[in-house]
């Protein structure tokens, strides 16, 4: 399976700042997949970043707030925007397919202060 | 779209018991369902998958089994051990889209 590596780990930020995450896989793939993970909560589909398109958002996260690089087929950014308190979660990357699985990076713990 | 419910939501255990988990989705569209283990600060961990075409499936310790027509599917880790003590979360696949289920915090107690 694919090897993901998602920098930064982990980051404390000011509300209304910005903050890039980055998602480089160790292979080429079409769909990669941005996923947040509120504290104690389940995972939640961000969108999917499609190489040459403008990523796919899921109802209730909006490409203003959440804007996503997909420059090739091994690399991917999300950007959260003018971030409040709670924005503070983990952000995860995925990769996959259902003939080899989905693999998943380490994350990304947000804090918002 | 998908809706997946997981329970237990905590589940603890004496090592060496068995631990099952459940959980319901409700698209019968949905083909792929893999089982993930997050412990803290990691991310989550495929640990075993099933699909549609298929009723039961085991790794060593672990199998996850598959009601197709009931639409569940359940995690079944034997002879427990402290190091599964970890979030488990189960998840369905539909249009290369994952639902995952509300997760289960498993404790194993030794």
């Known amino acids: 399976s694919a090897v993901i590596s998602q920098k930064p780990s982990r980051d404390i930020c000011q509300r209304g700042t910005s903050l890039t995450i980055q998602c480089q896989v160790d292979?080429?793939?079409?769909?990669m997949f941005w996923y947040r993970q509120q504290p104690g909560q389940s995972l939640t589909l961000i969108a999917t970043a499609n190489q040459g398109s403008e990523a796919t958002y899921e109802s209730g996260f909006v490409i203003d707030k959440f804007p996503i690089s997909r420059p090739n087929l091994t690399f991917s950014t999300l950007t959260v925007s003018n971030m409040s308190p709670e924005d503070s979660s983990i952000y995860l990357c995925s990769v996959g397919d259902s003939n080899y699985g989905y693999t998943f990076g380490s994350g990304t713990r947000l804090t918002v202060v | 779209g998908e809706n997946v419910e997981q329970h237990p939501s905590t589940l603890s255990v004496q090592e060496g018991d068995s631990a099952v988990i459940k959980c319901t989705y409700s698209d019968s569209a949905s083909n792929y369902f893999p089982w993930y283990k997050q412990e803290l600060g990691k991310g989550p961990q495929l640990i075993i998958d099933?699909?549609?075409?298929?009723g039961e499936k085991k790794d060593q310790r672990i199998a996850v089994t598959l009601n197709k027509t009931a639409k569940h599917f359940s995690l079944h880790i034997t002879e427990t051990q402290p190091e599964d003590s970890a979030v488990y979360f189960c998840a369905a696949l539909r249009a290369r889209q994952l639902t995952f289920g509300s997760g289960t915090q498993l404790t194993v107690l030794p």
């Open positions: 292979s080429q793939v079409t769909m």
């Open positions: 099933i699909r549609s075409n298929v």
